[in-house]
């Protein structure tokens, strides 16, 4: 049986990340669902035949843009207590596959994502933006999100620098970079009024600039030129510690492919020589490999930079051999990348010949394992790394024939206690068969050793239609804020269903019912109430606690419930709101 990969053998790298190589792919009329596409050819809009749940959606991100990488996997979510703030790139359906149609939002809660906002998301500039990097800062004695990435300026790519004069209002200040018309700035606030930045010059885009910009005046320092003989289509990389460390590396995008980075310890004053963190040619677990571009960077407790990659094999980009997700720190393994994930231990690659048979197509940019995220919990004691792994195609396993329909991803996590010189299992997350969930971003603060908080973007069509995948139908996508347990995989807290006020307090029958290991609990609530859900085996003994005394608005209400730790049997789970208590019986079946 014919695979077909967007990566193929003997196409450049660069090639590979920009186009479909072997010609235009089809997107088959029958999903891997079996349900019903429509081509966007023919309809610039697909609407889904069935109801997807968008539970945990962030109110007024919704769109049609799926395009949200340009080097680093972005900051995207900030988290602190009950105050989360999330970032996203939208346009309407007519304008899914024109670039410069794209906008910038972002939106905020208090309440863990119970409500959002007093309207719809916050809009950074009428005249279009991409990447929003989210830096939230206190600008002239209020909270406020910066924002770096890219601005369009009569059509053209500008890095640029945005300051929100508070939360929520929707005043911004944007300023372009001030030196070679430069696109992408990626930034990282470095103290209580500065952020670092750094871009790539326009053009042949042969240099990479750094400059600090100060948020209380919005004005740009001195300017640096890091690098130079930078090939056109590389990725810049930004971090600081906020302690005096800044980072600034890229990716190196012709043959052989690098990992560069330079680094400051005098809060950018100067910067040491470059660094190669990896080169294409380095073998890992027996494959030669190159970089691939969408990474992240961030720095440790203790001062160390943390890079976190993919790879695809060296020669022959489309093999499941090739594609890992690595980790580089320099005071770890000797400065020698490990490996996160790959064929070895990632789940639907462990069988090489159900992966074989039931591999489409790989999104535009993607890897198998791809985007990778990092963050510390809030002790330092553990490092997370989250990214969107390829789901294999069972539907159609048995009677693909070759057209070029594209695979769905869900959102997987992995741990470390060392530093990142070893790795947890992978956990997926969402675990979907019929729902593409991508780009994930976790939260670089708010984080502990047993919750993390992330966002992510989902849609029901697998493929790029915004990019080069355009024959992929133009399909609605949402932003997802969710709050999960690492280490089960457990959905935390409550989330929201509908504003709606109901007649009076219900609690629903769980679905599915039996369930293994996942079930979801619906409960309705007629005012602001404090909830009490919890969960007892057939001899009353508690054995998980969903909800203690939580705050919730008025209206319908859901929280998933992971048994993978409990044996088959009879549960109970009971509802306290107020006078209110239900309770209601629940099969587990393994």
């Known amino acids: 049986m014919k695979r077909l990969i967007l990566f193929v053998v003997g196409v450049s790298f660069i090639a590979a990340m920009f186009y479909n190589v072997d010609g235009p792919k089809k997107f088959s009329n029958a999903k891997e669902t079996g349900s019903n596409v429509i081509d966007s050819k023919t309809s610039s809009t697909y609407r889904p035949s069935g109801v997807v749940d968008t539970t945990g959606r962030v109110f007024g991100m919704n769109g049609y843009y799926d395009y ?10 900030w988290v602190s207590g009950d105050t989360v703030i999330v970032t996203s790139d939208q346009t309407d359906s007519v304008n899914a596959q024109l670039s410069t149609a794209r906008k910038s939002y972002y939106q905020y809660t208090f309440d863990n994502g119970v409500t959002w906002g007093t309207g719809d998301a916050v809009l950074v500039n009428p005249d279009g933006n991409a990447y929003p990097d989210l830096h939230p800062m206190i600008v002239n004695g209020s909270r406020t999100p910066v924002l770096t990435g890219r601005q369009f300026v009569s059509g053209a790519r500008r890095g640029y620098t945005g300051v929100d004069v508070q939360l929520g209002a929707g005043s911004f200040t944007n300023t372009l970079v001030p030196t070679g018309a430069g696109s992408d700035n990626f930034g990282w606030p470095v103290s209580a009024t500065e952020v670092a930045c750094a871009w790539l010059g326009g053009g042949t885009a042969d240099t990479i600039y750094f400059a600090k910009f100060d948020v209380t005046t919005n004005t740009y320092g001195a300017v640096t030129v890091l690098f130079t003989g930078v090939p056109a289509n590389a990725r810049s990389y ?26 400051s310890t005098n809060g950018g004053t100067s910067f040491g020589a470059e660094v190669t963190a990896f080169t294409e040619g380095t073998v890992v677990n027996g494959t030669a490999v190159a970089p691939w571009f969408n990474d992240d960077m961030i720095y440790s407790p203790s001062g160390n930079l943390c890079w976190a990659f993919g790879t695809l094999e060296t020669g022959n980009f489309g093999t499941i051999r090739g594609s890992k997700l690595m980790f580089y720190n320099p005071a770890v393994n000797g400065g020698t990348a490990v490996t996160i994930a790959d064929y070895l231990n990632y789940p639907p690659m462990a069988d090489t010949n159900v992966f074989g048979n039931a591999i489409r197509n790989t999104q535009v940019g993607f890897t198998f394992m791809s985007h990778p995220s990092l963050a510390y919990s809030s002790d330092g004691s553990r490092l997370f790394v989250v990214y969107h792994g390829v789901q294999l195609d069972t539907v159609n396993s048995s009677s693909y024939s070759g057209d070029g329909s594209y695979n769905y991803n869900d959102i997987y996590v992995q741990y470390s206690d060392d530093n990142g010189a070893t790795w947890s299992a992978p956990r997926n997350l969402t675990n979907t068969a019929d729902l593409d969930e991508i780009y994930p971003s976790v939260s670089l603060v708010g984080c502990t ?35 999960y347990n690492p280490e089960t995989g457990v959905i935390i807290g409550i989330s929201n269903v509908s504003n709606e006020v109901p007649s009076g307090f219900s609690l629903n029958q769980n679905y599915p019912n039996p369930f293994n290991p996942n079930t979801k609990i619906r409960f309705s609530v007629p005012k602001a109430s404090n909830v009490t859900l919890l969960v007892y085996d057939i001899t009353g003994k508690l054995v998980a606690t969903l909800a203690n005394n939580q705050a919730v608005t ?7 419930f992971s048994a993978s730790n409990l044996a088959s049997g009879i549960y109970f789970y009971t509802l306290k709101a107020g006078e209110f208590t239900e309770t209601k019986k629940m099969i587990l079946v393994k």
Do not use: D, M
């Not at 008025?554 to 998933?560: D, L």
């Open 238 to 263: 930004t971090a600081s510690n906020g302690n005096g460390k800044i980072a600034v590396g890229y990716w190196f995008a012709t043959a052989p492919t690098k990992l560069i980075y330079r680094e």
């Open 554 to 560: 008025a209206g319908t209400k859901e929280v998933e």
């Open 449 to 483: 050793t047993s919750a993390i908080s992330i966002t992510y973007q989902l849609s029901e069509c697998p493929g790029c239609t915004s990019f080069t995948n355009t024959t992929t139908p133009t399909c609605p996508v949402w932003q997802i804020y969710r709050k």
């Open 68 to 77: 949200v990488t340009n080097g680093n996997n972005l900051h995207r979510i």
